[in-house]
């Protein structure tokens, strides 16, 4: 009995050992080659220009074009669904890095809370994601989870280039028909943490001499009615601004083909949403 647990004992950490080794080293192919946004971020992680929010911010603000076209350093470190808790440890980490730069942030990710293990696949290259993992055993065992999108996207861009993936889909007829029957939703659910959000994202920046503007991506125009705290969010902003800047693009009138569905916009609609947010970074 003894040497079969002893032979159990050397097997399971054999195989643990041989799956991390596995890990890493695919691991470092991948950050050498991939062109996924975050590899390309941790690889070079100094700019000018930074983009931070879930799917909205990522099909609104065009990397390519303001890089190309507007002749500016901006990275788009927007990923699918990403929740506070993520994009505070991203903007953490960037202002860990630099100093003298301008800090978009979309607010519509600020109202999710949950924090998304599939950034561990980052953790060895960055100590504020290594701080937020400490001491978890359950987080790190998250290393070995590679069925996860973050993963699976710098497989996927190791052929492609991820600077200009926005969204190239056209509002169809049946979507804006379905926005009657929509149910109704709010930008954030409690405003005491929303406030607390807000307030530590800005130290944050304040402390490391880094600007930070929030703002918010266009809906579908007969979207807006649906999202029941619209107008009282856009009043707290502009009772705070003398706290926090921020820029709200709905006030930019676009046409339906510019949107991708009702709440992204698509690839045309991102050129001239680029231009006004970089543009709104002058004024303050």
Known sequence: MKKFLFRLSVFCILTFAAQYITYFAIKKALDKKSQFRLTRYFRAPKHKYFVIGNSRGLNSINEKYANETLKIDLINLSVNGEPYKNALNILDDINERNKNSVIFLEI?????????????????????????????????????????????????????????????NTITKNMIDH???????????????????????????????????????????????????????????NVNKTKFNFVNLNNIKLPDYMFADRIHTNYKGSVPLTRALIDSSKYY
């Open 108 to 168: 519509t990710c600020l109202n999710k809370n949950y924090f998304d293990h599939s950034y561990s696949y980052y953790i060895s290259d960055s100590k504020i994601l290594r701080k937020a993992y400490a001491g978890k055993t359950y987080n790190w065992l998250h290393l070995l989870r590679l069925n996860n999108e973050l993963f699976l996207r710098n497989i996927y861009y190791l052929k492609k280039s991820d600077n200009d993936g926005i969204n190239k």
């Open 179 to 237: 926005i009657k029957i929509d149910s109704s939703f709010r930008i954030n659910d409690n405003e005491g943490i929303y406030l607390n959000r807000l307030t530590t994202l800005q130290k944050i920046c304040d402390d490391h001499g880094n600007k930070l503007i929030f703002f918010l991506t266009p809906f579908y125009p007969e979207y807006l009615s649906k999202i029941t705290d619209y107008n009282s969010t856009i009043q707290f902003m």
